[in-house]
């Protein structure tokens, strides 16, 4: 990477760019544009000169993560590092503990810093904006926090970055880095696409910086294509991808999914994905030469706006174990509840009353419009009863457990039911075999506590007696179950005593002191009848004569 005085020979033909010069850059919001225009500013900072010489204002802390990381990455450890001010206690510690020679975060939080004293800004010899679009779309406090800041700002050195020259990023080049010299990023040629192939939709997928690793493996398992090409611009990133590849368990010479730099070629693939965003839309378009049926892209928050120009606004998020899949779970425990009606045989009354619609509509239809009169009631009841307030329970009398059992809902009861996960069971096999064998719907159901032995299953408390009937003795997974109250299991532990012995039941129930004492008289007369004690004197008798003191008185 060419360093600053380079980069201005580049611009102008001339050299001595230093202190107080600027640069504008147009580039993508990509991580290898960080090092693009980073790379040449730290190359001038001097370790022995002291104090903070590179800061780095971004649009949030996320963005400043990411350049942390880049720049780690570029440099080595051994290089400069630019500390992230995601916190302004530990930048304080930092800044009191040793040098911070570069600085990223946003213009609200390092001016923060500036008028605490912290960081001063008469060391600093560059100044850097990325990305100075993103920073003056972030609203007025944003602008006010950069303005302020680029104000107090002294010699050093601008460099503007930003997407695309916008009046506003040309404005703020006006006012603040007035001669600028401008870079922009070569030109691509923009390959032709097959006149029979039509690019898809683009999906991505939103993840930060140093997450794209684990979005990748959610990627493959998720989307699990027959075959693909894993797009990486840098050896880093194809390493990261290659890495995972061999953690999931392909081989080098599987030729159904491999990693690429770059280039993805002519041989057809059913999935291409960019582990990191394309940068021109000639790399975007390349990929056409494959046809491929789906395109993904990995990319972090602020490169999705440029992505979207990019794809000329054919882009579309691509939600991985979100909404989409915990739908997909609802209609599954549906579908359950169906199967086990039908399993059950089918309910005559109800052919009898669909038969005639039959001349009209498909059953498929008539299936569709029943379920969707249901899913319609059962929602309006559970509208209902949010509605009604609860009615106050009375407290159970002492000794006296609730009927419903420890832990169970208002209106429900707990059944308990014998087999668990060691048996291979879910909770949607249990929601399929209570609602459609116990013939309740399901939402009827309540909280499926489901244990390595045994399940707890909460039920509506007038379901209950029907459940048991029904359900008791039915095979799930090969295996018999027993249904019962859990209420009825505890009153016959209770019963049983303590250690599983049953209790007499010929014996007293009225404790120890209501018992009548003997009436038998005591060898020394009634306790009452006694003189009452001198304090010191026994009434025993001791052996060998009377007490000492009575022969010391003879």
Not at 169 to 183: C, Q
Not at 274 to 299: G, N
């Amino acid at each position: 990477m060419p360093d600053l005085e380079e980069v201005g020979e580049h611009a102008s033909g001339q050299t001595g760019v230093g202190r107080g010069q600027s640069l504008v850059y147009t580039l993508p919001h990509t991580t290898e544009s960080i090092a693009e225009f980073l790379t040449p500013a730290l190359a001038r900072v001097d370790p022995s000169a002291g104090g903070t010489q590179v800061v780095v204002v971004t649009r949030d802390t996320e963005t400043a993560l990411v350049i942390s990381e880049e720049t780690l990455r570029v440099s080595g450890p051994a290089g400069i590092e630019v500390v992230p001010i995601t916190n302004a206690a530990r930048a304080s510690r930092l800044f009191k503990s040793r040098p911070v020679l570069a600085v990223a975060g946003t213009a609200t939080e390092l001016l923060a810093l500036v008028r605490s004293s912290l960081l001063k800004l008469d060391t600093v010899r560059t100044v850097a904006l990325a990305w100075a679009d993103d920073i003056l779309e972030d609203g007025p406090e944003s602008v006010t926090a950069l303005e302020g800041l680029l104000g107090e700002l002294g010699e050093a050195g601008r460099i503007v970055v930003a997407r695309k020259l916008t009046p506003a990023v040309e404005s703020l080049v006006e006012r603040y880095a007035r001669r600028a010299r401008r870079v922009g990023p070569a030109d691509m040629v923009m390959p032709q696409a097959p006149a029979d192939y039509e690019m898809p939709i683009i999906k991505y997928v939103t993840v930060a910086g140093s997450a794209r690793t684990s979005a990748l493996r959610r990627l493959l398992d998720d989307l699990d294509p027959p075959s693909a090409v894993i797009v990486a611009r840098d050896e880093a990133a194809a390493t990261d991808a290659s890495r995972i590849l061999r953690t999931l368990g392909y081989h080098e010479d599987d030729e159904s999914i491999t990693v690429t730099r770059g280039y993805v070629g002519s041989v057809a693939t059913h999935t291409v994905i960019f582990y990191q965003p394309p940068v021109t839309p000639a790399e975007l378009h390349q990929i056409s030469q494959a046809k491929p049926v789906q395109v993904v892209v990995v990319a972090a928050p602020g490169e999705v706006p440029w992505l979207r120009e990019l794809a000329s606004g054919r882009l579309a998020p691509l939600n991985l174990h979100g909404p989409e899949r915990r739908a997909h779970d609802r209609e599954e425990a549906v579908r359950q509840e169906l199967r086990a009606v039908l399993t059950r045989g089918l309910p005559t009354r109800e052919v009898v009353a669909l038969e005639p619609l039959l001349q009209e509509f498909d059953g498929t239809e008539l299936a569709a419009a029943a379920l969707y009169v249901l899913e319609r009631e059962r929602a309006q009841r559970r509208q209902a009863e949010a509605n009604q307030a609860p009615a106050a329970k009375p407290r159970p009398a002492d000794g006296e457990r609730s009927r419903a059992g420890a832990g169970a809902a208002a209106g429900m009861i707990r059944l308990f039911v014998t087999i668990g996960t060691r048996d291979g069971v879910k909770v949607g096999d249990l929601m399929g075999i209570i609602a459609g064998e116990g013939g309740i719907p399901g939402d009827h159901v309540g909280k499926i506590d489901l244990q390595e032995s045994h399940a707890l299953v909460e039920v509506a408390e007038g379901d209950a007696a029907s459940v048991i009937a029904r359900v008791n003795g039915s095979m799930i997974k090969g295996r018999r179950v027993v249904v019962r109250g859990e209420r009825d299991k505890e009153d016959r532990e209770r019963a049983a005593g303590p250690r599983g012995r049953p209790e007499r039941s010929g014996g007293s129930d009225r404790p120890r002191s209501d018992r009548p004492r003997s009436d038998r008289p005591r060898s020394d007369g009634p306790r009452g009848d006694r003189p009452p004690r001198r304090p010191g004197t026994s009434d025993r008798p001791t052996r060998g004569g009377p007490p000492r003191r009575d022969r010391d008185r003879s």
